[in-house]
């Protein structure tokens, strides 16, 4: 058996999946265990961040984890870094007081 051989014997090449390493396509149902805690903040139901489609400890409309000084924020209404006011998003300042600003109530 030539080294390329071995290194495909274990691929399937048959239906779903094909030519993909049996382990690359198990499923992984553990929950997200990360060491540091969330503490959750009242922001705007607008603002997103990708950790909230990640670790379900984020995925709270409205809430948002403000432990974070490197984390980058859109507007889901607009769907960039700036409102609907054309002025930049995060916890700080997608607060009350702001015209876009959706408390969700």
Do not use: F
């Not at 929950?31 to 705007?44: A, I």
């Not at 700036?82 to 007081?97: E, F, K, T």
Request: aromatic letters at 4%; charged letters at 25%; proline letters at 6%.
């Amino acid at each position: 058996m030539t080294a390329r051989e071995s290194d495909i014997s274990g691929l399937s090449m048959k239906g779903a999946g094909a030519g993909i390493p049996p382990a690359a396509t198990e499923r992984i149902d553990a929950p997200c265990t990360l060491d540091r805690p969330v503490k959750l903040r009242v922001t705007c139901m607008h603002l997103r961040h990708k950790l909230m489609y990640v670790d379900e400890r984020h995925a709270q409309r409205g809430m948002v984890d403000v432990n974070s000084d490197t984390r980058v924020y859109w507007c889901a209404k607009t769907q960039e870094s700036l409102g609907p006011d054309r002025r930049h998003v995060a916890p700080d300042v997608c607060s009350n007081g702001r015209a876009c600003y959706c408390h969700g109530g």
